[in-house]
């Protein structure tokens, strides 16, 4: 083989390793950030996957109050106002005609206010009945538009007899609403430091 050729093949060989080489070390490094990028990449996909879900758990959670909140709101519909609640010895005493008994007394008693949303207002009945008519009466009251409690029912068989075999109290409850308290006011501003007394002046 001519030298001269036999130089040239060896010289583009050592070249081409050469070049083989930096080529491999660049790429090298590109292929190690291409590794991290896709890892990066990963777990970012599994970021957005979990911000998916959490947001659509969010959706689920935000429809269920909303339900809710339209839920309460016809039920604070159903309760009595300050003024249905005045008015329940009148309803009852309709009822209670209705129903063919008679109301010997009743008495407001003293609002109890132990539920965060609600004060009831008992009112104390006693009535004269017989156990068929007061059993008409209570149907007669448990249909009433709005939410009443009758509680402390107590039957005694009349000392005497007559029409109504039978002496009833109990108490009947209106649960009047009780909206949360409004946000409290801002807090006032600290009261200026009163002005320093004037010095006495000195005597010589």
Do not use: W
Not at 26 to 49: C, H, N, P, S, Y
Not at 107 to 116: D, G, K, L, M, V
Request: hydrophobic fraction near 40%; include cysteine; glycine fraction near 6%.
């Amino acid at each position: 083989m001519n030298p001269q050729l036999r130089n040239q093949i060896l010289i583009g060989a050592v070249a081409g390793i050469l070049v083989a080489g930096v080529i491999y070390a660049f790429l090298g490094g590109k292929r190690d950030e291409l590794t991290a990028a896709t890892a990066q990449i990963a777990t970012l996909q599994k970021d957005v996957d979990k911000g998916n879900q959490l947001k659509a758990v969010a959706k689920k959670l935000e429809e269920e109050v909303n339900a809710q909140k339209a839920r309460i709101e016809e039920l604070i519909k159903m309760m009595p106002s300050d003024a249905d609640r005045g008015d329940i010895p009148y309803r009852v005493k309709k009822l209670a005609d209705a129903a063919g008994i008679d109301i010997t007394s009743f008495n407001f008693e003293s609002p109890i206010s132990t539920a965060q949303y609600y004060i009831e207002y008992p009112v104390k009945f006693e009535f004269r009945a017989g156990f068929h008519t007061f059993g008409q009466f209570a149907s007669l009251l448990s249909g009433y538009d709005k939410i009443i409690n009758l509680s402390d029912l107590t039957l005694r068989t009349a000392e005497k007899r007559s029409i109504f075999p039978v002496k009833i109290s109990c108490k009947i409850s209106a649960f009047v609403y009780k909206p949360d308290p409004p946000p409290s006011e801002a807090t006032e501003a600290p009261k200026a430091a009163a002005p320093a007394a004037p010095r006495a002046k000195e005597t010589d």
